[in-house]
Structure formats: structure tokens, C-alpha cells
């Protein structure tokens, strides 16, 4: 097989894949290593330490510090000016392989001279802007001003994209937001293990919510359902994920839900398999969500609101419900009735035709990287 060289500057370390964008990241380089490419990473770190599971998959590795505190002054958004360290444009110029800037965070570099030359590719995960807006409305004090003027910072670094030659969109409406920078806008999905999907006729009595609970956004759409949705007497709620704040921990105690709390890889997957319901919502219709996706390799009813699936074609998959009320009055339908088989078999041929890692990473990246030689 040809060997194709190419750099992935990842915006944070991708492994563990634990959280959302490095399980996009992770993935996609594990689908292209297999597919020939020798990739050198750079991943900046703040936290994760070094990994020696992406030495398996990649030619180098290059770990930078964040520049967190000149950040806080500079024109660019923090996320963006934390991360443009001189050592990174020094590591890039060591050769002339294509970039592949994993998320707006990544792009300080993408219009500098120096890489004029060179083919560049921008992976949006989402429009940050929009992102970090929703999270001001949510947020309270600093935390408030600080996503408030970051998402104003976002939205005029945005432009930036017009000197990527390609632009890779996670969802439909992304692509068409994006095209308003280049003419060469591709969706390319999430990228993600392989789905194991079995179908399990003995689902257990029990509604899931998952999700990382140390985010805000998953935090706050879990209140939101606390507070609003009425749960059919005698179905147990149960609300996984990693690092629950103390108030979390606390409300839970006193409905009687249970919350397992950093459950391991086994812990969470055996849930996902045998929840009756998955239930989730967002306020934020940007990107597109893996714990969707996961859910929906599951043999459970997967119940949510339509922000949770703007910009892709999962509806029909999907059970949705935007009031409490709708919530309340399908929670009571579904408590009874497992996921028929044929509905399972509907789901499992859908996901495994679109949300195929490798084959949409050959697609995407022949096409760009090889048509470009």
C-alpha cells in the first residue's frame, strides 16, 4: 500500500478517547494509519500526559504546553492563541506533508506564510462561535464575560478558513455554513470505533442519561430534565458519566436517581446495551453529539429533542419530544415496549452504512490528498 505523509495537529492530547472531539480525533487516526498514512501528531497538552497507545499509530508525536496566560490578552480567541506556540510552525516546516488543523482551536498557524504552499485542511467539529454563545447565555459572573467575549473573538477569527483548500464539516448544516469560506466543503461524519451492533431483546426497566458531567452543557441538560420531566412511577433513572460536581451528586440523592459516577469502559457500555431508554437533550444544536450515536447502537428506544439532531438525518431513527410534556406523555409510552427487532435491524443498516470510520476517511481523504498530487 502507498504511504502518504500527513500532519494532524489535534487540539488536545486524543487519548484516552473519553469526551467527544478526541474520540473524533483518535479514531480518524487510527483509520488512517491503516489506511497508509504516516502522521505525524502534535497535540497539546494540558493535563492528559503523554500517551504511548498513539505511538502505535503515528510516525511522531509532539506534545506543546498551552500559552495560557499571554493568551489572555491577545487579539485571537484564547482557545485559538493558547495554542499557537512557535515550536508547533518549527515542527511543520520540517517537511512539505499536508495539515490537517483538528478544530478552530488549532488554526492560529493556517494563514501564516510560511505554509502558503503547503495543502491545508481545517476539521470543524462545530461553529465555535455559536458554541461558546449558547454557553454564555447558561453561564453566571466571569465564567459569563469570558464565553461572551470569546464567542465575539470566534466569530471574527472565523474568516480564517478561507485559507484552508479544504474545509471537513462534522454535520449538513456545518457544510453549509462553511461554504461561505471555500468551495471545497466535504461532510465527513464522526469518526468513532466501530459500532458493536447486537440486538438485545431483553433490555432492563431502567432509563439512561450519559454523557461527561463534568461539561456544563451536559449538566445543564440534565437539570432540565430533573426539573421539568414527570417519570412514570416504578421506572428507575439512572445517570452515568465521568466527574459529577457535588451539587450534582447531592440533587440525585435527594429524587432517589442513581448516578454511577467515572464508571469504567465495560461499566458504561454494559449500561448503554441494557437501558430500556435513552434519554437526552441540549439547548445547543452545533456538531454532532457520539453519545447520540452510541445510544443509537443500542436496542433501546432513544428518546430527545430535535436540537439534538439538527443538521443530520437520524429523525427516523429517533423518538422526539421538545416540552416537558412530550417528554412525560413517551416516557410513559415506551416503560413497557422494548425496541422490536425490525426497528434494531432498520437502525444497525443505516449506522453502518454512514458512520463507517474507514470508509468515510478514504472517501474524504483520497479525494482531497491524492487528487491534490
Known sequence: MKQKNLHI???????????????????????????????TLHCFDYGRGKQQELEQYCEQVFYYKRRKLTALFAKEPYIVA??????????????????LFEGLHTCGFLNDKNLKKRLKIARM????HDYYAELAKKSKGWKKMFFKREAKKLQKFEPVLAEANHILAIQQNDT???????????????????????????????????????????????MWIISKVTFPKGLLFVVAGKTPSANLKSICAQLEIELIANPSDEEMKNLIQSARIHLL??????????????????SGHVLLNDKMI????????????????EYTQELNNLTENSLLE??????????????????NCKRVFDLIIQGSE
Request: charged share 25%; with cysteine.
Open 9 to 39: 495537529i489535534s487540539f488536545d492530547v486524543p487519548f484516552p478517547a473519553d469526551y467527544g472531539g478526541v474520540i473524533d480525533v483518535f479514531y480518524r487516526i487510527v483509520a488512517l494509519h491503516k489506511l497508509g498514512y504516516k502522521i
Open 82 to 99: 493558547s495554542r499557537k506556540v512557535p515550536q508547533l510552525l518549527e515542527n511543520l516546516l520540517q517537511d512539505d506533508a499536508p495539515i
Open 125 to 128: 467539529h462545530n461553529v465555535e
Open 176 to 222: 453549509l455554513h462553511f461554504k461561505s469560506y471555500s468551495k471545497s466543503v466535504h461532510l465527513l461524519t464522526a469518526s468513532m470505533p466501530k459500532l458493536e451492533l447486537k440486538f438485545n431483546p431483553n433490555t432492563e426497566g431502567f432509563c439512561l442519561f450519559h454523557g461527561n458531567l463534568s461539561v456544563a452543557e451536559n449538566e445543564n441538560a440534565l
Open 281 to 298: 437533550y441540549t439547548e445547543q444544536a452545533t456538531g454532532l453529539k457520539l453519545k447520540l450515536l452510541n445510544a443509537l447502537s443500542s
Open 310 to 325: 439538527a443538521g443530520t438525518n437520524l429523525e427516523e431513527l429517533c423518538i422526539l419530544a421538545n416540552s416537558p410534556e
Open 342 to 359: 425490525k426497528d434494531f435491524k432498520k437502525r444497525k443498516d443505516f449506522l453502518q452504512e454512514q458512520f463507517d470510520t474507514e470508509k
